[in-house]
């Protein structure tokens, strides 16, 4: 069960012509949103810039800097906020105490589809879809990189949502990492006409640490 610790944390945001999630964690009492570097191409480290929330159904322009890790490979970012954006509910921020095939929740807004926060409980930010998988890795290093696998389907819109498990025996849920996308499979189709490549989803969804969210520097 995912509660309002993460639900309340996550948000639907838009910069230029990217979609994509993201939500909010705390560092030395400042509250600051975190996200997919891929939402934000073409960026720089501390660079300035606007971005958008959506809420009560329409995008409210926020001012921010974006910080970025010095590992061009790890698709992690965090923005500046000049207020908060959500209730700072109790949350883990780590991989520890996660296990191979334990469930994970993914969070987000697939296709920009979400629910509408109609009896204003979520102060008129919209509500997150939640998809549930399992664990098919524990976190590994490849390079520079720290990964996990979950056996779930991803769509368009979750880059950048947190992945979120239950460590077992507590009630505060962790987020151990970042979606990034779906681990993709090609696929050959011989026609007539001749052979085409196609990329389609493998059912993996892959995960950046949130280990890395934790080395940039600000």
């Not at 969070?107 to 509500?127: C, R, V």
Request: proline share 6%.
């Amino acid at each position: 069960m995912v509660p309002s610790n993460i639900l309340q944390r996550t948000f639907y945001i838009r910069y230029e012509i990217y979609l994509g999630t993201g939500f909010t964690f705390e560092r030395n009492g400042i509250q600051y949103l975190a996200t997919t570097s891929h939402t934000f191409p073409f960026t720089e480290d501390r660079q300035e810039l606007d971005f958008s929330i959506m809420r009560n159904n329409d995008w409210q322009v926020i001012h921010s800097k974006i910080y970025k890790h010095t590992e061009k490979s790890v698709d992690i970012v965090a923005l500046t906020l000049s207020q908060d954006i959500s209730p700072r509910h109790p949350i883990n921020m780590g991989t520890n105490n996660l296990f191979l095939s334990q469930d994970a929740f993914f969070l987000g807004f697939p296709f920009g589809k979400f629910m509408e926060d109609t009896a204003y409980l979520n102060n008129g930010f919209p509500i997150p879809y939640v998809k549930k998988g399992i664990f098919s890795t524990i976190p590994f290093k490849l390079k520079n990189l720290e990964l996990l696998y979950i056996d779930g389907i991803n769509n368009p819109g979750f880059s950048g949502g947190p992945c979120v498990f239950i460590p077992h025996g507590q009630t505060v849920p962790s987020i151990c990492g970042v979606v990034r996308g779906y681990l993709p499979h090609e696929i050959e189709v011989k026609t007539p006409f001749g052979n085409y490549t196609f990329e389609e989803n493998s059912g993996l969804v892959e995960v950046h640490s949130i280990n890395h969210l934790n080395e940039i520097t600000f």
